[in-house]
């Protein structure tokens, strides 16, 4: 397994704010990272990190060993893609044409239409969210849960090595939920797609990742198996709340439930 | 791809045979009436001389503005920018008002207040793309300021009406209304040159626009180097709408509704928009001066009186017309 990210000693914020402070992670080939942590903790600023869009302020960011700095904006975005939380939907264009805004990395200047070989990609990134029976269609008859499937195919039509997404999964019902997380699932196995997925859900994060990240005010507080991540001591300590933390009796993760207010009286 | 290879065809085909139509008619209809083959050197010259160069100049200045809005709106992710929204044209009408007042252009001739009103909207460029290399900024905030920058230069020219002599604001007035009479034809050939050349330089980065509608962040994230791209594209705009204003007053309108119109046909993507809308600026205006020529004549009306009325009324039925 080679090394595919390296963040090195990272810190970096806005303006006069730091949000991120000495940050020191590396993801291998082949591996899926969850990051978790409370609202503000930075979890998006690093994906911004990584995808070049800050600079940081102190540290570097390597990629399959090179610095992000000499990596042209238009090589990463053929090796890293993104599914933002917020994406901006042009209601009026077809699915298809939304998910071949994915090529537009592999395109040269003087290239203006899609060729077969795009298409065929559109196609086949469609097929893998099972969504080729709806690539005609336009964005505003599709769901909630269509639209962040379409997202992900037009992240897998850059033919990521490393796919973030953030946050995929919210605001989704749980059918949904699950059928994204095994989607994702399936490419890390089949099209060894490395997978950093940012999840507000500490049990779907449990679930789904094998290694997990916490992050809280901008540094590290664990970085390891969802085992030794989520204990009860540190999701109390970060998120100032009361849990417990149990076994999942099929996967044998662990499990978080919320204790509330009135039941600590009691 | 075929089938978008067959949409860009009939866009750009259908466009230009549009705008061939408004060429022909408006060059045999006029306030003289049709000329359709010239019989007398008298009619040769109202085909050529008059009429002819007015076209012209309606061909690249519409096409102009059109383009320019095209491209802000694409920038901004507005729909209401349009090429005066950042004061260019405020710019331009400061210095020509100054010209009008100070009787420059008696003295060096009727070209200074051209060069006057391209000196002016380089000014108001220079100040944007100033506050556009400032990285921290967001593009509403260059947006507001460009409104600023307009409002700033409009109550300036108001000041100056209340100052000057009557017959002062009277020429001002006329020039910032636009007219497409102008009888250099050098300055019709070159607005004419730099527009086409502009127009080709834009299709380019029709692609990057695309993307650039899905928010700049996730442009970048599809390789699109948005910081340069904006800066291009302003660049673009604000250089073409400041000859062309320069030259023709400020005409107004056209860059605003022609690119919208163009939408409704071929949706949002710039592959289709920016031929098309190019063109059909340039049929727009066409036929909106050969109006304000014939309806009242021998007078003249403002030709952007008539894009204004005529244009907003044709957007409203199209809007309205539109299925579900």
Redesign the interface.
């Known amino acids: 397994m080679s090394l595919l990210l390296e963040v090195i000693d990272v810190s970096c914020g806005y303006?006069e704010k730091m949000v991120l402070k000495n940050i020191n992670l590396s993801v291998n080939e082949g591996e899926v990272l969850g990051i978790i942590g409370p609202n503000g903790s930075g979890k998006t600023t690093l994906f911004?990190v990584i995808?070049?869009?800050l600079t940081p302020f102190y540290g570097k960011v390597r990629f399959e060993g090179k610095d992000l700095k000499s990596i042209?904006?238009?090589?990463?975005?053929?090796k890293?893609?993104?599914v933002?939380q917020d994406?901006?939907f042009?209601l009026?264009?077809s699915v298809m044409?939304f998910v071949l805004?994915?090529r537009?990395?592999y395109?040269s200047?003087?290239k203006?239409?899609?060729?077969?070989e795009?298409?065929r990609i559109a196609c086949d990134s469609l097929s893998q969210t099972g969504l080729l029976q709806l690539k005609d269609e336009p964005m505003s008859n599709l769901s909630g849960g269509e639209r962040q499937l379409v997202s992900i195919s037009k992240a897998i039509a850059?033919n990521p090595k490393l796919l973030l997404l953030d946050e995929p999964t919210s605001h989704l019902d749980i059918g949904h939920q699950v059928r994204i997380l095994n989607l994702l699932r399936k490419l890390n196995k089949e099209k060894k797609v490395t997978e950093i997925v940012v999840f507000h859900d500490l049990n779907m994060a449990s679930e789904f990742c094998d290694r997990l990240l916490l992050l809280s005010g901008g540094q590290i507080v664990i970085d390891g198996p969802p085992k030794q991540v989520l204990t009860f001591e540190n999701v109390e300590t970060v998120y100032e709340t009361m849990v417990i933390v149990k076994e999942n009796p099929i996967s044998s993760k662990p499990y978080i439930f919320p204790v509330f207010e009135e039941w600590v009286k009691k | 791809?075929k089938e978008?290879?067959k949409k860009?065809l009939i866009s750009l085909v259908g466009s230009f045979l549009i705008l061939l139509i408004c060429v022909f008619s408006s060059i045999i209809v006029g306030p003289a009436g049709m000329v359709l083959l010239p019989k007398d050197i008298y009619e040769e010259a109202i085909l050529f001389d008059l009429r002819l160069p007015r076209v012209l100049l309606g061909f690249a200045a519409g096409g102009s503005l059109s383009l320019s809005g095209l491209l802000l709106q694409g920038i901004f992710r507005n729909a209401l920018v349009e090429p005066y929204t950042l004061g260019i044209s405020g710019g331009a009408a400061i210095f020509v008002a100054i010209s009008i007042i100070t009787r420059l252009d008696e003295i060096f001739g009727s070209f200074f207040l051209s060069v006057a009103g391209f000196v002016g909207s380089f000014v108001v460029l220079l100040i944007i793309l100033f506050l556009s290399s400032r990285k921290?900024l967001k593009k509403e905030e260059l947006l507001l300021s460009g409104v600023m920058i307009s409002f700033v230069c409009s109550s300036f020219i108001m000041l100056l009406f209340a100052i000057v002599r009557s017959e002062d604001v009277h020429r001002i007035i006329f020039w910032m209304m636009g007219t497409l009479q102008e009888d250099k034809r050098g300055m019709i050939l070159f607005l004419s040159l730099v527009s086409v050349f502009f127009l080709l330089m834009s299709?380019?980065f029709?692609?990057d626009l695309?993307?650039l509608?899905?928010?700049e962040?996730?442009a970048?994230?599809?390789?699109?180097?948005v910081f340069r791209i904006k800066r291009i594209l302003l660049i673009l705009s604000s250089v073409l709408t400041g000859i062309t204003v320069s030259i023709t007053g400020i005409i107004g309108f056209v860059g605003l509704l022609v690119p919208h119109v163009m939408r409704l046909f071929f949706?949002?993507?710039h592959?289709f928009l920016v031929f098309s809308s190019f063109f059909f600026g340039s049929s727009f205006l066409i036929v909106c001066d050969t109006i304000s020529r014939i309806l009242i004549r021998p007078a003249e009306l403002p030709v952007g009186v008539i894009t204004g009325i005529f244009g907003g009324s044709l957007f409203l039925y199209l809007l309205l017309r539109r299925k579900e």
């Not at chain 2, 970048?220 to 180097?225: N, P, Y």
């Open positions: 303006g911004r995808t070049k869009i042209s904006r238009k090589e990463l975005a053929k890293v893609a993104l933002s994406s901006i042009d009026t264009m044409d805004l994915g537009i990395p395109r200047t003087f203006f239409f899609e060729d077969d795009d298409m850059q | 791809m978008k290879k860009l921290h299709y380019l029709s692609v695309n993307a509608q899905l928010g962040e996730e970048s994230h599809l390789g699109v180097d949706g949002s993507d592959r």
